[in-house]
């Protein structure tokens, strides 16, 4: 599965970025999909994942970040408010068919993984 991740920049600390991930995956609607992220220096790390109705958020950014999907249009969004210095980083999406809840917080529970964008946020 290719996943086509975009929507990264440079912005200020307060402010808000959208992001994408696209696929031509016909089935991606069965497949659980999840951002993750990786700062300089650091592991890489679970941001927010969705699976079927499920929803998970890392506690950092719970209540000013939200994932959606769209199934139809083969693409899930990560919308980030309150943007903080922190949150700097690539930003990955990934997905698998064969996630459970329990892994989706997992950076090795995935297969298939985008090219990352960047975001950064200056404070």
């Known amino acids: 599965v290719q996943l086509q991740a975009s929507g990264g920049g440079l912005v200020q600390a307060g402010g808000s970025l959208k992001l994408s991930c696209v696929t031509a995956e016909p089935t991606f609607s069965t497949y659980g999909v999840a951002w993750f992220r990786q700062g300089a220096g650091k592991e890489r790390e679970f941001v927010a994942g969705?699976?079927?109705?499920?929803?998970l958020y890392a506690d950092s950014v719970r209540g000013r970040f939200a994932i959606s999907r769209d199934d139809a249009k083969r693409t899930v969004s990560l919308q980030m408010n309150s943007l903080k210095a922190e949150d700097t980083g690539v930003y990955y999406c990934?997905?698998?068919?064969?996630?459970?809840?329990?892994?989706?917080?997992?950076?090795?529970?995935?297969?298939?993984w985008g090219q990352g964008t960047l975001v950064t946020v200056s404070s």
């Open positions: 990934a997905a698998d068919r064969n996630l459970i809840l329990s892994t989706m917080r997992n950076v090795n529970a995935y297969k298939n």
């Open positions: 969705v699976r079927r109705s499920s929803i």
